[in-house]
């Protein structure tokens, strides 16, 4: 399976895309599923659900979590994740709790970087993201590369896309048939981070959201 685990949609308030356009590119780009991950935001759950069920297509129900030391993503969660700025502890216990997967996203890309010794916390990450497609700086993906080899961790790739063009630019890919066997796949640290990085252009998405250059559908 191709699955970029790393979407954010016009729930986001940094967000351009909506959920259809979002699929609509992805099954384009090859994915075989996609992870709604807005910004600390279950809000478009639902809609992700309909579509999924109405495009026949397969969307994980995820969130990019804000902690006290940096951005946490939870994938298979069932509820919203609640507090603002929670410790990152108690974040990646909550996501467990769930029954989640545990992923950090851009570990090492400057100000978004992880604001932590992230070895104080290999008892509850699932995985780390090796390759970013909006940040266009390959040195960071290396690192964290090179961190997930050391520690065993799951290998993930995502687009951190905020528009729906650069969607499936870069995924995470594993031997599986079903988000079931997608989900073990990274439990069992079986999976790769693959792709490209994106236009340079998409970096200016979350810019152009906020100022209500948004599409619904």
């Given at each position: 399976?191709?699955?970029?685990?790393?979407?954010?949609?016009?729930?986001?308030?940094?967000?351009?895309?909506?959920?259809?356009?979002?699929?609509?590119?992805?099954?384009?780009k090859g994915m075989d599923a996609i992870a709604i991950t807005d910004h600390s935001s279950i809000e478009g759950w639902e809609e992700a659900k309909k579509v999924s069920?109405?495009?026949?297509?397969?969307?994980?129900?995820?969130?990019?979590?804000?902690?006290?030391?940096?951005?946490?993503?939870?994938?298979?969660?069932?509820?919203?994740?609640?507090?603002?700025?929670?410790?990152?502890?108690?974040?990646?216990?909550?996501?467990?709790?769930?029954?989640?997967?545990?992923?950090?996203?851009?570990?090492?890309?400057?100000?978004?970087?992880?604001?932590?010794?992230?070895?104080?916390?290999?008892?509850?990450?699932?995985?780390?993201?090796?390759?970013?497609?909006?940040?266009?700086?390959?040195?960071?993906?290396?690192?964290?590369?090179?961190?997930?080899?050391?520690?065993?961790?799951?290998?993930?790739?995502?687009?951190?896309?905020?528009?729906?063009?650069?969607?499936?630019?870069?995924?995470?890919?594993?031997?599986?048939?079903?988000?079931?066997?997608?989900?073990?796949?990274?439990?069992?640290?079986?999976?790769?981070?693959?792709?490209?990085?994106?236009?340079?252009?998409?970096?200016?998405?979350?810019?152009?959201?906020?100022?209500?250059?948004?599409?619904?559908?």
């Open positions: 399976m191709k699955v970029d685990i790393h979407i954010h949609t016009n729930y986001s308030k940094d967000g351009m895309s909506g959920i259809k356009d979002i699929v609509s590119v992805a099954k384009n069920q109405e495009l026949n297509f397969p969307i994980i129900l995820g969130d990019e979590i804000y902690s006290k030391q940096g951005d946490i993503i939870g994938l298979f969660l069932k509820e919203k994740i609640q507090g603002k700025k929670k410790e990152a502890r108690f974040v990646m216990e909550e996501i467990k709790k769930q029954g989640g997967v545990v992923i950090i996203p851009h570990a090492f890309h400057g100000q978004l970087s992880f604001k932590e010794d992230l070895t104080n916390y290999l008892d509850l990450i699932d995985g780390i993201e090796v390759i970013n497609g909006r940040r266009p700086s390959n040195g960071p993906d290396r690192k964290a590369l090179e961190f997930a080899k050391k520690h065993n961790l799951a290998m993930t790739g995502g687009t951190d896309a905020h528009c729906a063009q650069a969607v499936g630019d870069a995924y995470t890919q594993c031997e599986a048939n079903s988000l079931e066997e997608f989900k073990q796949a990274i439990l069992n640290k079986k999976t790769m981070g693959s792709g490209k990085k994106s236009n340079l252009i998409y970096i200016l998405a979350p810019t152009l959201a906020k100022l209500g250059l948004k599409k619904h559908n």
